[in-house]
């Protein structure tokens, strides 16, 4: 009888696991559609008040410097953004005379690899979790301007009743020199 509770509680603990990462998943897909959407109130909905958006730079080092190649918290970055500031770029490219989105771009966001970063199968409300996930955004502009990137990041969520928000963003490109010609888009 023994050996049988201790299975039923290994079962249960691995579907409120899977419960977890199946709302985590659906959270990062619908953040992903969002944007693809345009609808840019909806997805500034998703984050905190206390949000930092933060997207360092990469550099490229030898072999020996290699865990140095991201830009430090304080250093110089692509985005160091607070809901103040998200809100204010995401007005701006509402207004419809924005010189890098007249036309507008057309945007396809992929969210892969999300993993949960902590040991965690239930979050209370309040409760947060750092998940890791991999993207790769795709942009067309006009006839010939089609920038891709890709990167990694880390995101902290926190249970917002049967949802998520987005309390910290890290974001991490695999391109240390950009090569799209704006960052109108949001990652």
Same mark, same amino acid.
């Given at each position: 009888m023994n050996a049988l509770r201790q299975l039923r509680r290994i079962s249960d603990e691995r579907l409120a696991y899977?419960?977890?990462?199946?709302?985590i998943e659906d959270f990062l897909n619908m953040e992903a559609d969002l944007l693809?959407?345009?609808?840019?109130d909806e997805w500034l909905a998703l984050f905190t008040d206390d949000v930092r958006y933060w997207m360092p730079m990469r550099k490229n080092l030898s072999y020996a410097s290699r865990n140095k190649d991201i830009t430090a918290p304080g250093d110089v970055? &692509?985005?160091d953004d607070d809901k103040s500031t998200l809100t204010k770029r995401v007005q701006q490219i509402q207004t419809g005379v924005h &010189?890098?989105?007249e036309p507008l771009s057309r945007v396809s966001h992929l969210v892969s690899n999300i993993r949960l970063q902590d040991p965690v199968v239930h979050l209370e409300e309040g409760e947060e979790v750092r998940v890791?996930?991999?993207f790769l955004v795709h942009r067309n502009r006009l006839e010939r301007e089609t920038d891709f990137i890709a990167g990694r990041r880390e995101?902290?969520?926190r249970r917002s009743g049967d949802s998520y928000t987005i309390c910290r963003r890290n974001i991490i490109?695999?391109?240390?020199v950009l090569l799209a010609k704006n960052l109108t888009f949001f990652l």
């Amino acid at each position: 009888m023994n050996a049988l509770r201790q299975l039923r509680r290994i079962s249960d603990e691995r579907l409120a696991y899977l419960d977890l990462m199946r709302g985590i998943e659906d959270f990062l897909n619908m953040e992903a559609d969002l944007l693809d959407a345009r609808n840019f109130d909806e997805w500034l909905a998703l984050f905190t008040d206390d949000v930092r958006y933060w997207m360092p730079m990469r550099k490229n080092l030898s072999y020996a410097s290699r865990n140095k190649d991201i830009t430090a918290p304080g250093d110089v970055a &692509w985005f160091d953004d607070d809901k103040s500031t998200l809100t204010k770029r995401v007005q701006q490219i509402q207004t419809g005379v924005h &010189w890098a989105e007249e036309p507008l771009s057309r945007v396809s966001h992929l969210v892969s690899n999300i993993r949960l970063q902590d040991p965690v199968v239930h979050l209370e409300e309040g409760e947060e979790v750092r998940v890791s996930c991999h993207f790769l955004v795709h942009r067309n502009r006009l006839e010939r301007e089609t920038d891709f990137i890709a990167g990694r990041r880390e995101d902290h969520l926190r249970r917002s009743g049967d949802s998520y928000t987005i309390c910290r963003r890290n974001i991490i490109i695999d391109q240390s020199v950009l090569l799209a010609k704006n960052l109108t888009f949001f990652l």
